[in-house]
């Protein structure tokens, strides 16, 4: 189950953000997860005072799409992998063929895919100068600062957004309906919810103004076959702990969508709890993962 | 899930009939008399000729079916112009809802190779059998009801005998093996 981030997530964000600003930096330096994220790589100064002609910008498997803004003259390479689940990804973004002296600065915009769990992405950099070259490549062991290392990596950290409602304790989070074929006769709500309440609770039923008929349901692979069933007596919340709805389990199914479920699209949502009474959220409709079984361009973790 | 267990999934519906060895060799697939989701008869000797990939589902399927029909249009951009000699079919294991009108309707969100095809309740129970497909309703309190059925892709050769499965879930590299294999025979 997915922890979220805390206080103390964000302290470590900002910590990270200063240690960093005197060597190549990622700003923003926070992204929200489940967002994709438009920033730069930041190159401060050059390599011991000599002016920087490129960057290698390597991506860790954690990113999961890349795309690097055009930069006039600069010639751009982006180099391919197989990542998980076997699908293309970018592992690495070349700048070539500029200059930056050292005393000034330049910014290398890109489009990253950033992961949906808050915590923070390391992105090694290797800069290339006329003389010489700098790697920003290392990355600090869990409790170790930033502070200690010579040539400390691009970091983003990735922060959860804020809830979606909270209610009586429970919040509700990582919600979103899966777009739906044409005229498909039901669709998929997902969300995540954390009772935060010293009580334990349940989520009992579900409706929406978006489709005829809303039920909680369960699917579960078994040995080959797919079995879908109601989940007759809603979904339990232990006090303290998480529940999910999720691909690949639960679910909200959504009888007879008033209209198409295209991406881009929104859905409202209320949720009766058995004690914590009833909430109404508003969730995204998003494409149905088409990018090779895990992630798609939002990050909600695809369909395995 | 691994091979010997997706057989055996397969076979949980014909288990009482065949040992699971005899099954993988040459018990899967067969005669069906059925329509695409254009209204056209089509019979298993409209697959012949061409390998085919065969998978069973139902529209109102929230999950599978559309991530398997996305999948397929992802295999097929990277199989190239292979992927134009090989028979793509969805076939409705819900025939009470998916009538040709509903499939067409349906399959216009994928891609456009991959057909659909349903028919009579008994038609569609043939073609199941046939290929040791699990299929079952199973009602729901709001008055609908859900199917469970096997998940599985069945990869047929040219002379419509069965070479192997795909799972659900794979990852790409896998079904993207066994499609270039079948390709290949
Ligand atoms: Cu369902």
Same mark, same amino acid.
């Given at each position: 189950m997915r922890r979220f981030a805390s206080r103390a997530a964000v302290g470590a964000a900002l910590l990270v953000a200063s240690a960093?600003?005197?060597?190549?930096?990622?700003? @923003?330096?926070?992204?929200?997860?489940?967002?994709?994220?438009?920033?730069a790589f930041r190159v401060?100064?050059?390599?011991?005072?000599?002016?920087?002609?490129?960057? *290698? /910008? /390597?991506? @860790? @498997?954690? /990113?999961?799409?890349?795309r690097p803004q055009a930069k006039p003259g600069w010639t751009i390479k982006v180099e391919h992998a197989v990542g998980p689940e076997g699908k293309d990804r970018v592992a690495a973004i070349v700048w070539s063929g500029g200059l930056v002296p050292d005393d000034e600065y330049d910014d290398f915009g890109v489009m990253l895919g950033l992961p949906a769990k808050a915590g923070p992405v390391f992105i090694p950099v290797v800069q290339t100068c006329e003389a010489g070259e700098s790697r920003w490549d290392e990355i600090p062991s869990p409790g170790t600062s930033l502070h200690s290392l010579k040539r400390p990596a691009a970091v983003v950290e990735v922060i959860a957004p804020p809830p979606l409602a909270v209610i009586g304790g429970i919040e509700v989070r990582e919600g979103w309906v899966r777009a739906a074929p044409n005229s498909a006769p039901a669709a998929a709500a997902y969300l995540v919810l954390h009772n935060g309440?010293?009580?334990?609770? *349940?989520l009992v039923s579900v409706s929406t103004p978006a489709a005829a008929r809303a039920e909680l349901h369960n699917m579960r692979m078994d040995g080959g076959v797919m079995r879908m069933r109601a989940l007759e007596h809603g979904l339990d919340l232990p006090a303290g702990g998480d529940a999910a709805l999720a691909p690949g389990g639960n679910h909200v199914m959504l009888f007879g969508p008033?209209? @198409?479920?295209?991406?881009?699209?929104?859905?409202?949502?209320?949720?009766?709890?058995?004690?914590?009474? *009833?909430v109404t959220v508003t969730l995204p409709v998003r494409s149905a993962d088409d990018s090779?079984?895990?992630?798609?361009?939002?990050?909600?973790?695809?369909? *395995? | 899930m691994n091979r010997r267990q997706l057989i055996a999934g397969i076979a949980?519906?014909?288990?009482?009939?065949?040992?699971?060895?005899?099954?993988?060799?040459?018990?899967?697939?067969?005669?069906?008399?059925?329509? $695409?989701?254009?209204?056209?008869?089509?019979? #298993?000797? $409209?697959?012949l000729g061409r390998p085919s990939a065969i998978f069973f589902g139902y529209t109102l399927c929230p999950e599978v079916c559309p991530t398997t029909l996305v999948s397929f249009g992802r295999w097929l951009k990277?199989?190239?112009?292979?992927?134009?000699?090989?028979?793509?079919?969805?076939?409705?294991? $819900?025939?009470?809802? !998916?009538?040709?009108?509903?499939?067409? $309707?349906?399959?216009?969100?994928? !891609?456009?190779?991959?057909?659909g095809f349903t028919g009579s309740p008994a038609e569609v129970d043939r073609m199941a059998k046939a290929y040791r497909v699990y299929y079952r309703k199973v009602p729901l309190p709001g008055g609908s009801y859900a199917m469970d059925h096997s998940a599985a892709?069945?990869?047929? !050769?040219?002379?419509?005998?069965?070479? #192997?499965?795909?799972?659900?879930?794979?990852?790409?590299?896998?079904?993207m093996a066994s499609l270039r294999r079948l390709m290949g025979r």
């Amino acid at each position: 189950m997915r922890r979220f981030a805390s206080r103390a997530a964000v302290g470590a964000a900002l910590l990270v953000a200063s240690a960093a600003q005197a060597h190549i930096t990622l700003t @923003p330096a926070t992204a929200e997860a489940g967002h994709s994220f438009a920033g730069a790589f930041r190159v401060g100064h050059g390599c011991a005072g000599s002016a920087t002609k490129g960057i *290698r /910008v /390597v991506l @860790p @498997p954690a /990113v999961t799409s890349a795309r690097p803004q055009a930069k006039p003259g600069w010639t751009i390479k982006v180099e391919h992998a197989v990542g998980p689940e076997g699908k293309d990804r970018v592992a690495a973004i070349v700048w070539s063929g500029g200059l930056v002296p050292d005393d000034e600065y330049d910014d290398f915009g890109v489009m990253l895919g950033l992961p949906a769990k808050a915590g923070p992405v390391f992105i090694p950099v290797v800069q290339t100068c006329e003389a010489g070259e700098s790697r920003w490549d290392e990355i600090p062991s869990p409790g170790t600062s930033l502070h200690s290392l010579k040539r400390p990596a691009a970091v983003v950290e990735v922060i959860a957004p804020p809830p979606l409602a909270v209610i009586g304790g429970i919040e509700v989070r990582e919600g979103w309906v899966r777009a739906a074929p044409n005229s498909a006769p039901a669709a998929a709500a997902y969300l995540v919810l954390h009772n935060g309440s010293k009580q334990a609770d *349940r989520l009992v039923s579900v409706s929406t103004p978006a489709a005829a008929r809303a039920e909680l349901h369960n699917m579960r692979m078994d040995g080959g076959v797919m079995r879908m069933r109601a989940l007759e007596h809603g979904l339990d919340l232990p006090a303290g702990g998480d529940a999910a709805l999720a691909p690949g389990g639960n679910h909200v199914m959504l009888f007879g969508p008033a209209a @198409p479920l295209e991406p881009g699209g929104k859905v409202e949502l209320t949720l009766v709890f058995e004690h914590a009474g *009833r909430v109404t959220v508003t969730l995204p409709v998003r494409s149905a993962d088409d990018s090779g079984g895990g992630g798609g361009e939002h990050h909600h973790g695809g369909m *395995r | 899930m691994n091979r010997r267990q997706l057989i055996a999934g397969i076979a949980l519906f014909g288990a009482a009939l065949a040992p699971v060895r005899a099954l993988a060799a040459a018990a899967i697939g067969g005669p069906f008399r059925l329509v $695409d989701q254009f209204g056209h008869p089509v019979s #298993e000797r $409209d697959l012949l000729g061409r390998p085919s990939a065969i998978f069973f589902g139902y529209t109102l399927c929230p999950e599978v079916c559309p991530t398997t029909l996305v999948s397929f249009g992802r295999w097929l951009k990277k199989l190239g112009p292979a992927a134009n000699r090989l028979n793509v079919v969805f076939v409705s294991i $819900d025939p009470g809802r !998916d009538t040709p009108r509903q499939m067409r $309707d349906y399959l216009t969100s994928f !891609d456009q190779r991959i057909r659909g095809f349903t028919g009579s309740p008994a038609e569609v129970d043939r073609m199941a059998k046939a290929y040791r497909v699990y299929y079952r309703k199973v009602p729901l309190p709001g008055g609908s009801y859900a199917m469970d059925h096997s998940a599985a892709v069945y990869l047929m !050769d040219a002379a419509g005998r069965f070479v #192997e499965p795909i799972g659900y879930g794979e990852t790409d590299d896998m079904p993207m093996a066994s499609l270039r294999r079948l390709m290949g025979r």
